[in-house]
């Protein structure tokens, strides 16, 4: 099955700057990537997801970046805002394929005005 | 906004008590979830259902039960409650066809057992 972790439990940034979030994966086989959004008091929210066909794909203010060769990927966010305090995590197919998701664990994102 | 519920929002209750997370979505969703989380910590999949009548064990061993008799509807049942069940209870949808990646999450439970 897949296992999949965040490099860092806690980013501190300052409003304005770019966010990198780092996350590793353990199946080379793995062909699928999400990253989600969990804000206090909430239940996680859908960001962006990467196939493994591609290397980067880009949303508004968020890009996903894959390296397979070394099992990693990344979430950049541009402009951090306070608004995205939060805690992100990266997920990938579980163990009953396309059926489920394995998260991996968290990085909270501090955002500093 | 999502359009999944769950209730209680914040349930304390004794040792030894039954009792039923509630779960309901309005997006006609065939497909629903249940995952564990402890404070700050990774979600753990409990419980999850590819349609009404489905139901199946999820990554991590649970003494909780679920059912799916309404495609909206997905409860979730302790029988006897312990303070090892104490956590978040997050409940999920999606939609087959659109990638099992893009899940619609629910505010959660937060139970305390004492």
């Known amino acids: 099955g897949e296992s999949v972790g965040l490099h860092l439990p806690t980013l501190s940034v300052q409003e304005g700057d770019n966010s990198i979030i780092n996350c590793a994966y353990s199946n080379s086989a793995s062909d699928y990537f999400i990253w989600y959004k969990q804000e206090s008091g909430k239940g996680p929210q859908f960001i962006i997801d990467i196939r493994s066909n591609m290397d980067k794909r880009q949303g508004q203010r968020v890009t996903v970046l894959l390296n397979k060769t070394v099992k990693h990927l990344s979430l950049q966010i541009a402009a951090t805002q306070p608004g995205d305090s939060a805690v992100y995590f990266c997920?990938?197919?579980?163990?009953?394929?396309?059926?489920?998701?394995?998260f991996g664990k968290g990085t909270m994102l501090l955002v500093s005005p | 906004e999502a359009d999944i519920y769950q209730t209680p929002r914040y349930l304390v209750i004794g040792t030894g008590k039954k009792i039923t997370l509630e779960c309901s979505q309005t997006m006609g969703h065939d497909k629903m979830y249940w995952y564990q989380q402890d404070p700050g910590m990774e979600l753990h999949l409990i419980h999850y259902s590819y349609g009404v009548n489905s139901t199946e064990k999820g990554d991590l061993s649970s003494e909780s039960t679920v059912s799916r008799i309404r495609t909206e509807h997905f409860p979730l049942t302790l029988e006897s409650a312990r303070p090892s069940h104490t956590s978040q209870y997050l409940c999920?949808?999606?939609?087959?066809?659109?990638?099992?990646?893009?899940?619609?999450f629910g505010p959660g439970t937060r139970l305390t057992v004492t």
């Open positions: 997920a990938a197919p579980g163990n009953s394929g396309y059926s489920t998701l394995t």
């Open positions: 999920a949808s999606s939609l087959t066809g659109t990638g099992v990646g893009e899940q619609y």
